[in-house]
């Protein structure tokens, strides 16, 4: 990949972040995480994003997974690892 394309990528999740972060506070709760994917699945259509079919806990698993320091928030570098290793793939 070239390098404009990987910070094509880095300002997109950017972005993605800033409008999911709601309340500013700089990461993510399990609600505006699971607003996120909603907003997705509404704007693109449910193949855009496979955990819009999630349920409460389902969602609960993905967040889990994405919060690795367990603090009960997504951080933006915690968002950005996972968001980019799945653009990656």
Same mark, same amino acid.
């Given at each position: 990949m070239s390098q404009l394309s990987e910070k094509h990528k880095l300002d997109f999740v950017n972005a993605l972040f800033q409008f999911t972060d709601e309340d500013d506070d700089g990461a993510l709760t399990l609600d505006e995480f699971s607003t996120l994917y909603?907003? $997705?699945?509404?704007?693109? /259509?449910? *193949?855009?994003?496979? $955990?819009?079919?999630?349920? /409460?806990? *389902?969602?609960?698993?993905?967040?889990d997974s994405v919060d690795v320091d367990h603090d009960g928030?997504?951080?933006?570098?915690?968002?950005?690892?996972?968001?980019?290793?799945?653009?990656?793939?």
């Open positions: 909603e907003r $997705l699945a509404l704007q693109f /259509g449910p *193949e855009s994003s496979p $955990l819009s079919e999630l349920s /409460g806990s *389902e969602y609960r698993a993905k967040f928030k997504v951080t933006r570098q915690e968002f950005l690892d996972d968001l980019l290793a799945f653009l990656h793939d």
